[in-house]
């Protein structure tokens, strides 16, 4: 029962990705869908989720609290991404695609697989811990991984302390991600109608950054999607070298063993949905970035009992 459970977010991804396919062949989703789901994405549900999720979860108190612990997931996926850029330059990942590669090298999933993967695993009391992993995940996607991404396309060549590099990293997702910590440390709290309506907005996000995957895949094409020397080198960030890096920085910096079991976990789940939206937003290789994150779905499925085995 517990592998059936821990696989399961993994199987609702792919059953989305699959419905956005076929939709796509369909005629259902156009060529306007491929449009209207990034921005409707990136600049509504996104920044909404963020500050529900954050604004309803900790208090000033918790937040607090926890904090020190984050200190372990900010290094390890720094690490990480070290590592992703070595590797990148190595394997020779044209610039098109090297930003698309690296972001989806040392971020993960860390809410929608995430979540319910632990939650089967350790139960109830590994949420906190999901959450304080979710923190200096979504940030750092919002800042190194987008600051990447757009190196690909409409910022390729600019320098990192630039200001149009500023100006794209504090997207509205990072600001709202932003914003919401520094209210929740200054003790305010959401409205209930705010409350309601930021859930609401904000459970957009998943479903559409799926479907949106399916779309792009129809796009490409089934046969675009293969295991080359790329992909080989992404599931060996995305499924080892991040739960190491994990297990490395807790080795000098000690924290409780299921903190530290649940950030092993977080660190070695799929590479993020929204990669190929913010591609598609940045005039990046979507196809490329749709059909990586998909890969490390299905890789996710071999993973994930392997984890559960070695924890």
């Known amino acids: 029962m517990p592998f059936f459970q821990a696989i399961q977010g993994v199987i609702v991804i792919l059953i989305i990705v699959v419905l956005g396919y076929l939709l796509t062949r369909k005629?259902?989703?156009d060529a306007g869908a491929q449009t209207l789901f990034p921005r409707l994405i990136n600049y509504v549900a996104l920044p909404a989720y963020?500050?529900?999720n954050l604004m309803t979860t900790f208090d000033r108190d918790k937040l607090l609290a926890v904090l020190p612990g984050m200190l372990v997931p900010l290094l390890a996926m720094l690490l990480s991404?070290?590592?992703?850029?070595t590797l990148s330059r190595l394997?020779?990942?044209p610039r098109g695609r090297r930003g698309a590669w690296r972001s989806m090298f040392f971020v993960s999933s860390s809410i929608f697989v995430g979540l319910p993967v632990?939650?089967?695993?350790?139960?109830?009391?590994?949420?906190?811990?999901?959450l304080l992993y979710f923190l200096p995940n979504a940030f750092l996607f919002w800042s190194l991984g987008v600051?990447?991404?757009s190196t690909d396309g409409e910022l390729a060549g600019t320098p990192v302390l630039s200001l149009a590099t500023v100006k794209n990293m504090f997207s509205p997702p990072l600001t709202a991600f932003t914003l919401a910590t520094a209210l929740v440390l200054l003790g305010a709290t959401l409205p209930p109608v705010l409350a309601s309506t930021f859930k609401n907005l904000g459970a957009m996000t998943v479903p559409l950054s799926l479907l949106f995957i399916g779309m792009v895949i129809h796009a490409a094409g089934l046969k675009s999607i293969r295991l080359d020397k790329d992909s080989a080198f992404l599931l060996l960030g995305r499924f080892v070298?991040?739960?190491?890096?994990?297990?490395?920085?807790a080795y000098f910096i000690p924290i409780p063993a299921?903190?530290?079991?649940?950030f092993i976990i977080q660190a070695a789940m799929p590479a993020m949905a929204q990669t190929s939206i913010v591609a598609r937003l940045y005039g990046a290789d979507t196809r490329y970035a749709a059909v990586q994150t998909s890969l490390t779905v299905v890789a996710s499925l071999l993973a994930i009992p392997i984890l559960m085995t070695l924890l």
């Open 27 to 29: 005629g259902w989703l």
């Open 50 to 52: 963020a500050t529900w």
């Open 81 to 85: 991404f070290a590592v992703g850029c």
């Open 91 to 93: 394997l020779a990942i």
């Open 118 to 130: 632990n939650v089967a695993l350790f139960g109830e009391s590994s949420i906190p811990y999901v």
């Open 147 to 149: 600051y990447s991404i």
């Open 241 to 249: 070298i991040s739960p190491l890096s994990v297990i490395v920085v």
């Open 258 to 262: 299921l903190m530290r079991n649940v």
